[in-house]
């Protein structure tokens, strides 16, 4: 690559910390968590994992700021929000009033889990644990000891 742009009279580079790529395993474990939870509480997957990038999730930054986005404050734009898998937004308490009008609840854009590192996705699958167990869910239904043991080891996923 140096070869390619030594000659080039402007560069652009950027130089971060290298963290590890959540799994694939843990990916499919949580993906599975959440269709058991989902069936419990008579709802959508993209629901529960919205709600769940919600609670245990991270914000979407851009050049150190927070993604804030404006929707009509009505229950339809908030029905779309819960049900989508393209974005995920958290919303707030703020409500600003639009010049037409119409007031709009501001809401926070949230990183898809696709973008998470291991320590994140351990954070996401531990809350949806949590949840899980709040609803009722025994340790055998949502893993064996063997699973249980495995994400310890290998994702630092703290199962109780």
Request: proline content about 3%; some cysteine; hydrophobic content about 35%.
């Amino acid at each position: 690559a140096y070869e390619e742009l030594k000659d080039c009279e402007r560069l652009s580079l950027e130089i971060k910390k290298c963290k590890a790529k959540r799994s694939l395993d843990a990916n499919a474990y949580y993906w599975v968590l959440i269709t058991k939870l989902a069936k419990i509480l008579k709802t959508s997957n993209s629901e529960v994992h919205n709600q769940m990038i919600s609670e245990y999730g991270f914000p979407e930054l851009i050049d150190d700021q927070l993604v804030r986005i404006p929707l009509p404050d009505t229950d339809e734009a908030e029905k779309r929000v819960r049900e989508s898998m393209e974005y995920h937004l958290k919303p707030t308490t703020q409500i600003i009033s639009g010049k037409d009008g119409i007031d709009y609840r501001t809401y926070l854009m949230m990183r898809g889990s696709s973008t998470y590192n291991t320590e994140e996705m351990a954070r996401l699958i531990e809350g949806l644990i949590s949840e899980c167990h709040a609803v009722g869910m025994s340790d055998a239904e949502i893993m064996t000891p063997d699973e249980k043991r495995q994400l310890a080891e290998r994702y630092g996923v703290n199962v109780g």
